[in-house]
């Protein structure tokens, strides 16, 4: 691997009391590109601009997929990764679909972990602050015709973040927009699913709201995913999550959340939930709690529901389950609890940010 280290740190300019989600990158990045069908050798070099022309293929045709996962500073000062391979067989899950190669795991891990080392500094260490690392695959042909293209590249580029959503969330059940289609391409972390997600998200903010709900492409019967997070109900005295199909993200959040509801003997079901069974559960005092969970917000607890005009409060408890799972989860990426799941990969950095 080749590396060039930058000439002067922009760390000290970054005020780390104030991160706004992905502003900051920090100072290096990892590049490999993918050419006559082989992956050349990885660089880690200072972050900066794009090498491309504007033909850039990716730009035209959106074979473009990326991943977002953390690293934490631990009460130890050592650095640790929250289930990077589970980012990493997502990524190759997307790249399958959209016609782009497979990344080695070497490349993938051994860069990640290479470029966090360097950049060991720029993992925060305050409360619910990590960070953020964004790996992305696109398609980098440069010519215009649609076909998928012959040349890709890999980078990872990393910012220090802190709290994604500053209080609880408002969300409005969809009854017009599809963010996925059946037999489409909703399971990938695809930059296009996202693209088509911003007008619907901001007809819903207009009216008050900070997200939506996603529902079925079909009918909108059936709710989904809440914006860029899965969705977690507790109606009684179970959870409820819809199941996982194509159209939905399989979160590394959503998983390891299930996992440790399961762990505390709670009843859980990953079950097709019906708009009309959530609003009947909120009417009645049903819906205990309600929280989106992903990389970005960790757990995103929903305090309002509002569907076809109507706004439904859900309980937002700060010493409910909600923020019991946070808590839990929070504890073993922070080192203060046995990693008993085996899900933080420790990189060899001991210094303090
Ligand atoms: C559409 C969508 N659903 C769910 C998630 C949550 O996934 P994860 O927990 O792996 O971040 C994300 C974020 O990555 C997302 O973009």
Known sequence: MKIELTKESRRSSIDFSNLPFGKNMSDHML??????????????????????????????????????????????????????LDNFARLNRSAERLMMPQIPKDLFM????????????????????SLYIRPFLFASSEFIAARQSDDYTFCIITSPVGPYYSG????????????????????????????????????????????????DHKEHKFIEESGTMNLMLLVGDTFLTPPLTDRILAGVTRRSII??????????????????EIVHAARDGELKEAFGMGTAAVVSQIDTLGYKGENFSIPVPVDGKAMYIKRMLNDIRMGRSDDKYDWMVDLSVSETA
């Open 168 to 215: 609880t969330v408002k969300v409005k059940i969809e009854q017009e927009y599809t963010r996925a289609t059946g037999g489409g391409i909703g399971f990938t972390k695809a930059a296009g699913n996202y693209g088509g997600s911003f007008y619907p998200t901001s007809k819903a903010i207009q009216e008050g709201y900070n997200q939506v709900i996603w529902t």
């Open 110 to 129: 051994g860069g990640l972990k290479k470029l966090l080392e360097i950049d060991s500094d720029w993992v925060p260490d305050a409360e619910d602050h």
């Open 259 to 276: 996992h440790l509801i399961k762990d505390q003997g709670w009843s859980i079901q990953e079950r097709p939930i019906s708009v009309d």
């Open 31 to 84: 590049v490999c590109h993918f050419k006559n069908g082989q992956w050349q050798e990885a660089e880690i070099r200072p972050y900066g601009q794009l090498d491309f022309s504007y033909g850039l293929h990716a730009l035209h045709y959106g074979q473009s997929a990326f991943e977002g996962m953390k690293a934490y500073r631990k009460e130890d000062g050592g650095v640790s990764i929250f289930r990077p």
